[in-house]
């Protein structure tokens, strides 16, 4: 029998779905596809109904394999609860995120698999091939798409820094994708997790989103949700800090933060420390603008550009959630501003 398999999982019966499996395992093995299958069939009935795209199933030797188990030499980020690695499978280039083997991420990796394999129909968002249920944790297989993260390409340790009109259309392109998350299903979907770490550059610098494990939909009929906090106070919105409060402005916020880095160079609180700055919020937008990063500023940028960048930079943080940007307002300008930018990228 073949190791592995394509399946579409919707809301029947669960042994609908196991019955899809026809290979045998170790016991351990079916016990965590069980337990996995179950938090996946969870996250796709309340994300989508049951319905979802086909995606296939690898097992847990295929992967060993095709990261050369797991070699350290092939990890291409970290963060604090996964890894991701480049693998090879059948001589095609594959990203494998392994999550920590504890069993609460179980939730974030299956919520992760629903959301994403749903998102991948856009051009921004690292698109899903399958995933393994057979370990403790779901280990989810992607497309390969260039070989940088967009922190990578912004630290200042990057000999080669972005141009300017490619942090443009990074900037464009995560925009379209979060206000896709925002408005193109049921119910209003909120990221929580935009930084430049969640984003990979295909060859071309085009910004692909990998990260949906946090993701929360706001109920039906109501205008926000409560949860607990994930997340740094430095990073996430202030209604969410002090009271579990989300809507969609609470991803403008992250939003914002990661506009600030791709102007200055600088993650918004290494920027504050910088500059003697307490409330990033209060800073006058000439004054961003003027503190682009240093390694681009012989571009011959556009003033007025920078100054327009700033300002939607600082809307978009603003402290009184109503005061920011819808995500589709954001792109639109941020459209208006790459139209009128004659760079190369």
Not at 14 to 19: E, H, I, P, Q, V
Not at 216 to 226: D, F, L, R
Not at 291 to 313: C, H, M, P, W, Y
Request: glycine share 6%; with cysteine.
């Amino acid at each position: 029998m073949p190791h592995s398999y394509f399946f579409t999982i919707s809301a029947a019966l669960l042994g609908k779905m196991f019955a899809c499996l026809k290979v045998k395992r170790h016991e351990d093995n079916q016990t965590f596809f069980t337990k996995n299958g179950a938090a996946l069939l969870e996250e796709l009935i309340a994300f989508c109904n049951g319905r979802s795209n086909p995606i296939r199933h690898f097992s847990t030797n295929e992967l060993l394999t095709a990261t050369n188990y797991y070699d350290a030499n092939q990890m291409f980020l970290q963060s604090g609860f996964y890894k991701l690695y480049k693998g090879s499978l059948n001589y095609r280039p594959i990203f494998v995120k392994k999550y920590h083997n504890y069993r609460i991420w179980r939730g974030v990796a299956a919520k992760d698999i629903a959301v994403g394999s749903q998102m991948s129909v856009h051009k921004n968002v690292l698109k899903v091939l399958g995933c393994c249920l057979e370990t403790e944790t779901p280990i989810i297989v992607y497309e390969f798409a260039g070989t940088e993260s967009l922190s990578t390409c912004i630290s200042a340790t990057n000999v080669e820094p972005l141009p300017w009109k490619c942090r443009l259309k990074i900037a464009v392109g995560i925009a379209n994708a979060v206000a896709y998350l925002h408005t193109a299903f049921s119910r209003p979907v909120i990221h929580r997790s935009i930084h430049c770490s969640s984003l990979v550059l295909d060859q071309n610098n085009v910004p692909k989103l990998i990260d949906f494990g946090l993701c929360i939909s706001i109920p039906e009929g109501q205008s926000h949700v409560k949860d607990a906090i994930r997340g740094r106070a430095e990073w996430v919105s202030p209604e969410y800090w002090d009271r579990g409060h989300l809507t969609e402005k609470a991803d403008v916020y992250l939003f914002g933060k990661l506009l600030i880095e791709l102007l200055t160079g600088q993650q918004a609180v290494h920027f504050m420390m910088e500059h003697d700055i307490t409330d990033i919020g209060k800073v006058s937008a000439e004054k961003l603008s003027n503190s682009v990063d240093s390694r681009i500023k012989n571009e011959g940028i556009d003033q007025e550009q920078l100054l327009d960048f700033a300002t939607l930079s600082l809307r978009c943080i603003s402290f009184e959630e109503e005061k920011r940007p819808t995500m589709i307002e954001v792109g639109k300008e941020l459209r208006q501003i790459d139209q009128a930018c004659p760079l190369p990228c």
